[in-house]
T-cell receptor, first 109, second 110 residues
Framework: GENVEQHPSTLSVQEGDSAVIKCTYSDSASNYFPWYKQELGKGPQLIIDIRSNVGEKKDQRIAVTLNKTAKHFSLHITETQPEDSAVYFCAGGSYIPTFGRGTSLIVHP | DVKVTQSSRYLVKRTGEKVFLECVQDMDHENMFWYRQDPGLGLRLIYFSYDVKMKEKGDIPEGYSVSREKKERFSLILESASTNQTSMYLC?????????FGSGTRLTVV
């Protein structure tokens, strides 16, 4: 089955800095890679996703990149704000995704 | 907006009790899922269903069962609750790709 590893487990940045979270996957057949944001007391929310036929996707301050050869994908958040503080999960797979263990992002004002 | 509603935010149950966690979605999604979330372990799949009355085991089905009698409702059942089932339980639905999660039920078994 798919194995997804996520790093770092904790990331602390100053407001305005960029943040990058990286994930690797094992199954070359995986073709869908979503990212979820979980705020305190809430369920995870899909924030961006990318499919295996695309190398990069952007949505305002967030972007995701995919390197199929190296089997890794990354979430990039620019101009971080305190409200970006949350736990972020990557996932990879085909029909049933496998989740990474999460990254706790802390943005200091 | 798709809504996934979990019936309880917090539950406290005694060891050995039979526990029902209910989940309802309002967007006619075929697929529904139950995960448990534990610190440092991320999200682990317990069971999922891709149609009414259909169910499939996930990665950690032991001690759990599920029921899907109607398309919009997916129930997780702890047959005999144990302390190691204390956790956050998340329900999700999906048309194919991309999940919509509920807010979760924090279950404590004492």
């Amino acid at each position: 089955g798919e194995n997804v590893e996520q790093h770092p487990s904790t990331l602390s940045v100053q407001e305005g800095d960029s943040a990058v979270i990286k994930c690797t996957y094992s199954d070359s057949a995986s073709n869908y890679f979503p990212w979820y944001k979980q705020e305190l007391g809430k369920g995870p929310q899909l924030i961006i996703d990318i499919r295996s036929n695309v190398g990069e996707k952007k949505d305002q301050r967030i972007a995701v990149t995919l390197n199929k050869t190296a089997k890794h994908f990354s979430l990039h958040i620019t101009e971080t704000q305190p409200e970006d503080s949350a736990v972020y999960f990557c996932a990879g797979g085909s029909y049933i995704p496998t989740f990474g263990r999460g990254t706790s992002l802390i943005v200091h004002p | 907006d798709v809504k996934v509603t979990q019936s309880s935010r917090y539950l406290v149950k005694r060891t050995g009790e039979k526990v029902f966690l209910e989940c309802v979605q309002d967007m006619d999604h075929e697929n529904m899922f139950w995960y448990r979330q534990d610190p440092g372990l991320g999200l682990r799949l317990i069971y999922f269903s891709y149609d009414v009355k259909m169910k499939e085991k996930g990665d950690i089905p032991e001690g759990y069962s599920v029921s899907r009698e109607k398309k919009e409702r997916f129930s997780l059942i702890l047959e005999s609750a144990s302390t190691n089932q204390t956790s956050m339980y998340l329900c999700a639905s999906s048309p194919h790709e991309g999940y919509t999660f509920g807010s979760g039920t924090r279950l404590t078994v004492v």
